[in-house]
């Protein structure tokens, strides 16, 4: 299994609270992503990184940002929770992007009450 | 934009053949890959097709025809482990995962 690490595994915090969330690889892979997954939308990309600080929006980017120091972390925070970022988030790597198959963390169960 | 569509669900019995179909609205369009996701797990990848036909892995297939904007993956010699959840996925101008097809397998 491709070696990532997502913590916490579980969190359940207040809404308006800051909330970050990691990704630690041990593959160096170059692509990083992080999606949400709710019932009926299967997974949406929030962010994806495609480099040591280069990063960019995908189609549910909103309320969140992420940043990649280092290319075996990538973290995703939530600056002010709200109840619609209840989700599981799922963080994926990639050696290439697109044609090469995205290896997926264990997944962060958020609760936001 | 885009977007992917799929049967929410689909029920087979064991030792059987099943196809989840998957249409899709894609810009930029490069291909088309499946994940499985069983409950409480995490996407594992299955296939990935860039050029139009099958691509066969083990009991599972996948096809893409390009010309129609559609994917099939085919199940082969079902098995009680099949039942997940499955997922087919665009890559175009972003990544973008379809709202996933539940197979249950019956014994």
């Known amino acids: 299994d491709a070696g990532i690490t997502q913590s916490p595994r579980h969190k359940v915090t207040e809404t308006g609270t800051p909330v970050t969330l990691r990704c630690h690889q041990t593959e160096n892979h170059r692509y990083m992503y992080w999606y949400r997954q709710d019932p009926g939308h299967g997974l949406r990309l929030i962010h994806y990184s495609y480099g040591v600080k280069d990063t960019d929006k995908g189609e549910v980017s909103d309320g969140y940002s992420v940043s990649r120091s280092k290319t075996e972390d990538f973290l995703l925070t939530l600056e002010s929770a709200t109840s619609s970022q209840t989700s599981v988030y799922f963080c994926?790597?990639?050696?290439?992007?697109?044609?090469?198959?995205?290896?997926f963390g264990d997944g962060t169960r958020l609760s936001i009450l | 934009g885009q977007s992917l569509e799929q049967p929410s669900e689909v029920t087979a019995v064991e030792g059987a053949i099943v196809q989840i179909n998957c249409t899709y609205q894609?810009?930029?369009?490069?291909?088309l890959s499946w994940y499985q996701q069983h409950d409480g797990g995490a996407p594992t990848f299955l296939s990935y097709n860039g050029l139009d036909g099958l691509e066969e892995t083990g009991r599972f297939s996948s096809f893409l025809s390009r010309s129609d904007s559609y994917g099939y993956l085919l199940l082969q010699e079902l098995q009680m482990k099949d039942s997940a959840s499955y997922f087919c996925?665009?890559?175009?101008?972003?990544?973008?995962f379809g709202p996933g097809t539940r197979l249950s397998v019956l014994p």
């Open positions: 894609t810009s930029g369009f490069y291909g």
């Open positions: 996925a665009s890559y175009g101008q972003n990544f973008v």
């Open positions: 994926a790597i990639s050696d290439t992007d697109g044609s090469q198959p995205q290896h």
